[in-house]
């Protein structure tokens, strides 16, 4: 497996134009934000159904589908690991949130496919493919890759 540097500096190669970087800060994290409203809003009933209990917050596909990808962090590093799983819990607490205004799957699939058309112009400026063509798993390290940005 690839070390986090190898990812981070293989993602580089397509990411150095500003505004393809800028676009990335905004739509990245609005792509995991929208895939995680997505997963949230596909029905569950597993816990009302066996013990009669329901919450939204734990009970959904998105934490099942969050506890997976989150090996992959764990696997990369434990600090990418802390800060992935602190992104999943806001996203999941934001999502919830924003259920509140309407259709989750609507909003969500809105985000997603907006945040999706910014990706592509913004490798359309860059003249670049975006990396996950190459391979999938730079859709996990996207995200990872704006917050190490961030933090700098």
């Given at each position: 497996?690839?070390?986090?540097?190898?990812?981070?500096?293989?993602?580089?190669?397509?990411?150095?134009?500003?505004?393809?970087?800028?676009?990335?800060?905004?739509?990245?994290?609005?792509?995991?934000?929208?895939?995680?409203?997505?997963?949230?809003?596909?029905?569950?009933?597993?816990?009302?159904?066996?013990?009669?209990?329901?919450?939204?917050?734990?009970?959904?596909?998105?934490?099942?589908?969050?506890?997976?990808?989150?090996?992959?962090?764990?696997?990369?590093?434990?600090?990418?690991?802390?800060?992935?799983?602190?992104?999943?819990?806001?996203?999941?607490?934001?999502?919830?949130?924003?259920?509140?205004?309407?259709n989750?799957?609507?909003?969500?699939?809105?985000?997603?496919?907006?945040?999706?058309?910014?990706?592509?112009?913004?490798?359309?400026?860059?003249?670049?493919?975006?990396?996950f063509?190459?391979?999938?798993?730079?859709?996990?390290?996207g995200?990872?890759?704006?917050?190490?940005?961030?933090?700098?």
């Open positions: 497996m690839k070390t986090a540097q190898q990812w981070f500096d293989e993602y580089a190669i397509s990411h150095q134009n500003k505004t393809n970087i800028t676009i990335h800060f905004i739509c990245v994290p609005a792509i995991f934000f929208s895939v995680i409203g997505l997963l949230m809003s596909i029905p569950t009933t597993l816990l009302e159904n066996t013990f009669g209990l329901y919450n939204p917050l734990i009970e959904n596909w998105a934490t099942v589908v969050i506890a997976f990808v989150l090996i992959f962090y764990l696997r990369l590093g434990f600090w990418y690991f802390i800060n992935m799983l602190l992104v999943s819990l806001l996203s999941i607490i934001g999502n919830y949130w924003l259920s509140g205004f309407g989750l799957a609507i909003i969500s699939f809105v985000i997603f496919v907006v945040a999706w058309i910014g990706q592509f112009y913004g490798h359309k400026v860059e003249g670049k493919k975006p990396s063509i190459k391979d999938l798993q730079f859709l996990l390290i995200p990872l890759w704006v917050l190490k940005k961030i933090g700098k």
